[in-house]
Structures are given as structure tokens and as C-alpha cells.
């Protein structure tokens, strides 16, 4: 006799299986009406959800109520359409499918020999990304569980094929994402070899600063070895001059890596490409296909122009998994990154992809940075609202300094109050930044559902509550 508890039998799963996807399929339907964010104090939660691992199992209906009741609510509705803090997120129905669908058939994607159909899957999905990032036929990569996994892998691809250096430095914008930082920590380089490069107006690097960096690291015999560039910085959307990036590092010899985890498949918009030129050349890309490519957590991708130097860093070859090698042609995935176990990522991509096509993927990025613009509009037009940065891809940076009678020194403490204000009412859900020293309210708007009236809204209602704050009237 086996031990069945650990076994549904087929109509519960049938049973349970339905009532996940109606929640679902609910939540989808209803997510407008919604707060675009919740969340609840420890205080609040832990007598409802904190207690011993229980010794017996419990009935499941009553457990998914327990979850759609006391936890799943008490989370940011990151694909509410007025959710517009740091990077959203809104996956296509197709993708959530994909994840649900490899989740159940529990596919191994580390090699080629556990998972042929997946990993041809995953090299089709990378071709595809070559192709839109315009890099040789050679180019691949390995998706990841995120931006944050991909600089790492990036980084570390980049120290290796420069023999490891000494004294090696880094060199970032300002403006650059923190993983990047954390990416250069884990991977052993010290804070003190990291510069930090500064940005202009527009928060873009300043290439002559860059040279000037690197020379002074070699007078002081420093060894430089890799430039990251951003396509899509998170604070602004900044777009550094990629082509000079490139010129830069390809003269000085260095790694060329860019970070576009929010902004890489914006690449898709013809107007955008020209902005994205130099790209490239990139050595290595972080791209985010759960970030503008409608994809669920955790869907990243690291791409590289030369696979093999990929592989030579992260290469192990035990001798238990000798049965998985296959030959050149079939990759074996755990060799392009720190994962041997991998979960098939790649199916969300590819069959989102196939179900709506590629033009609509696109279409919704450029329809995100056109109603972006209307914000920027917006902002424009109002004379209680200023523009921090111009708008770049999605991204529109403002605060709101009212009449003119708030002195400079309490509008960061009132836009804090205001962004407060806006988040805790559920109405949308927002971040806030510094920029040059100022706070800095923020849109971000990537969502297919959001329409040029939750920004002119949730604008009007920034508006309103400075208003009141400030004492100039409004509610
Ligand atoms: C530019 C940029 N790089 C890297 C990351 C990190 O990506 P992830 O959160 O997927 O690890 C982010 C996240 O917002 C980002 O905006």
C-alpha cells in the first residue's frame, strides 16, 4: 500500500484547479474597482495567519479561502491599472498559463537531457530577443529570475573573460540600479574600485567624465574592465548615450554591459531604436521580460553577444551530470548561470508571444510611452505641477509645488505628504525618488490596461490634495 496522503485524487484537482483560476480570472476582471495597493501591519497579520505547522492536513477549500481572504489581499495589485510605483508589472493571461502549466508538469530546465522540448523553447524565446537587440548570429543568453540575477551573471562573465584582475574597476552611472552595486559586491569587487560616473540634465552619463575616469584609474595602475550603460534607467527612463558607451569601451578594451531591465524591449518601437543605437554592441544585456514584456515574477534574461564566455564562467562539469552532455548545439542551461535547477521560464515568453503576436507586444510599449507623454503634457499645462526630468520611455519624474507661496525648503516634506496621502487611499499607487536633491513624485506606466484617465485622475488628485495641504483650497 502507498501512502496516499500527499494524493489528491483527480476531481479534487479538478475541483481546486477551477476554483484557482475562477480567483483568478475574478480578481482580473474586478482588478479596477480595487485599491492599486494594500498592506497591513505584522500586528494584523500574524494572528491570523502565524501559528505551528499543523500535524494533520487541513481541508484545501478552506485553506484557498484562507488565502484569498487574509493574505493575497494584503499585497500591491501590481497590474492595477493606476499601480504606477517603481517598475510594474501586468502578465499576459497566456504567460500566467505558461507558468501554471510548467509548475504542473514540473519540467527540469538545467540540461538538455532533462528537458530537450523545453530547452529548444528557451533557445527560440533568446533567438528572438538576439534578433530585436540586433546582435550577431552568435548571440544567446539564459533567462534568470530577474534583472537583479542577470547583472550578476553579467558581471561576473565580464571579470572572468578579463582574466580576473587585480585591481580591476567598474565603472556605472550615477543614476545606475542598485543591483548593479550588489551585483559588483557578490562578485567580489570592492566598493572602492566602483565609480560611480555622473549624469547631465537628463540623466544620462557624461561620456567625457567616463574617459576621464578610466584614465585616471590606469595612471594610478588600476585595471579597468567593464562600462555599464542603462537603457532605461528606473529613476527617470534615462537612456545613456549608448553608441559613445560603446566607442568608449571598445577603444579602452572593457566589458560593455547595459542594463536594460525596464527599458531593453522598448527596442521593439521603431522610434525608440534609433535612441537605443549602440546597444548593439553590447558585450552583455540585462533584458526583463517581467518588467515591459507582460511576462509574471520571475522572468529576467541575460544576453551575450559571445555565449562561450558565458559558459567559461560558469562552466562546471561534475561527473554525475556526465550523461547531459550532448554536444555544442544542445545547451546545457545550468552552464550559463549560478542555477542547476531551473524552472521553464521560457514557455511564458514564447507562448505569449504566439497567442497575441509580436505587434501587440509592441504596440502596448509604445502606447505606454505615448500616454506617458500625455502625463508629461498634463504636468506641463498645470501650473501647480513641475517637471523634474523629462519624460524618457515610460517614466515621468514631477512634484507639485502649488502657487508659487510653498518655500523651496518644506516641498519635499509636502510631496511626501501628498504621495502619502494618494498611496494610503488606494486610489493609486505611487514611489516617489530624489532627484538632484529633490523629492520627486513619479509615474511609471507600463500596464495595457491603463488609460489616459487614471493618469489625468490620479493628476487631478495630486493636485487637489496639495491643494488642501498647503491651505491653497481643494480636497
Ligand atoms: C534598470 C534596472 N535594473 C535592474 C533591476 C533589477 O531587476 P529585478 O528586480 O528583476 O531583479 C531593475 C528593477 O527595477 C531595474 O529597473
Redesign the pocket.
Known amino acids: 500500500m502507498t501512502d496516499q496522503r500527499m494524493l489528491e485524487d483527480p476531481e479534487e484537482m479538478r475541483r481546486s484547479g477551477y476554483e484557482v483560476v475562477d480567483a483568478i480570472v475574478e480578481r482580473w476582471a474586478n482588478l479596477r474597482d480595487g485599491p492599486a495597493w494594500r498592506g497591513a501591519t505584522r500586528d494584523h497579520l500574524e494572528p491570523l495567519l502565524h501559528g505551528p505547522a499543523p500535524e494533520e492536513g487541513r481541508d484545501l477549500k478552506d485553506l484557498l479561502d484562507t488565502i484569498l481572504t487574509d493574505v493575497m489581499p494584503f499585497a500591491g495589485r501590481i497590474d492595477h491599472p493606476r499601480f504606477l510605483a517603481?517598475?510594474p508589472s501586468s502578465p499576459t493571461w497566456a504567460s500566467v498559463l505558461a507558468s501554471f502549466l510548467t509548475a504542473g508538469y514540473n519540467i527540469f530546465q538545467g540540461t538538455w537531457l532533462e528537458s530537450s522540448g523545453p530547452s529548444q523553447i528557451e533557445v527560440t524565446v533568446l533567438d528572438w530577443f538576439r534578433e530585436w537587440l540586433g546582435y550577431p548570429a552568435s548571440g544567446s543568453g539564459v533567462l534568470t529570475?530577474?534583472?537583479?540575477?542577470a547583472?550578476l551573471l553579467a558581471i561576473v562573465t565580464a571579470r572572468e573573460a578579463a582574466g580576473n584582475p587585480g585591481r580591476g574597476t567598474v565603472y556605472l552611472s550615477e543614476q545606475a540600479?542598485g543591483?548593479?552595486a550588489r551585483a559588483a559586491r557578490v562578485a567580489g569587487i570592492d566598493p572602492e574600485r566602483i565609480r560611480l560616473v555622473e549624469t547631465d540634465e537628463a540623466c544620462r552619463i557624461v561620456p567625457a567624465s567616463l574617459r576621464a575616469a578610466i584614465a585616471r584609474d590606469r595612471a594610478a595602475g588600476m585595471h579597468p574592465f567593464l562600462v555599464v550603460g542603462?537603457a532605461?534607467?528606473?529613476n527617470t527612463g534615462a537612456i545613456d548615450p549608448l553608441a559613445d558607451l560603446a566607442e568608449i569601451a571598445s577603444r579602452e578594451g572593457l566589458w560593455y554591459h547595459v542594463?536594460a531591465?525596464?527599458g531593453g524591449f522598448a527596442i521593439l518601437d521603431p522610434e525608440i531604436r534609433p535612441l537605443m543605437r549602440g546597444l548593439e554592441r553590447s558585450d552583455s544585456t540585462?533584458l526583463?521580460p517581467?518588467?515591459w514584456f507582460f511576462q509574471p515574477y520571475e522572468t529576467?534574461c541575460l544576453m551575450v553577444r559571445d555565449p562561450v564566455l558565458l559558459e567559461r564562467a560558469f562552466r562546471i562539469a561534475p561527473d554525475y551530470l556526465q550523461d547531459a552532455a550532448w554536444g555544442p548545439r544542445h545547451v546545457n542551461f545550468c552552464d550559463r548561470g549560478i542555477q542547476l535547477t531551473r524552472i521553464f521560464r521560457a514557455l511564458r515568453v514564447w507562448l505569449s508571444v504566439q497567442r497575441y503576436g509580436l505587434a501587440a507586444h509592441r504596440a502596448a510599449i509604445s502606447r505606454a510611452i505615448a500616454l506617458a507623454g500625455g502625463a508629461e503634457s498634463h504636468i506641463r499645462r498645470t501650473p501647480e505641477l513641475e517637471l523634474l526630468a523629462p519624460q524618457s520611455l515610460g517614466i515621468v519624474c514631477f512634484r507639485y509645488r502649488g502657487g508659487g507661496a510653498v518655500p523651496e525648503g518644506e516641498l519635499d516634506g509636502l510631496n511626501q505628504r501628498i504621495q502619502d496621502e494618494i498611496v494610503n487611499s488606494g486610489f493609486a499607487m505611487m514611489s516617489s525618488t530624489r532627484l538632484r536633491g529633490r523629492l520627486s513624485l513619479r509615474f511609471c506606466v507600463l500596464n495595457v490596461r491603463t488609460t489616459a484617465e487614471d493618469l489625468a485622475r490620479t493628476l487631478e488628485r495630486i493636485v487637489s490634495v496639495g491643494r488642501r495641504l498647503d491651505g491653497s483650497g481643494g480636497g
Open positions: 517603481f517598475i529570475s530577474g534583472g537583479s540575477a547583472n540600479h543591483s548593479v542603462n532605461g534607467t528606473t542594463d531591465a525596464y540585462t526583463d517581467h518588467k529576467g
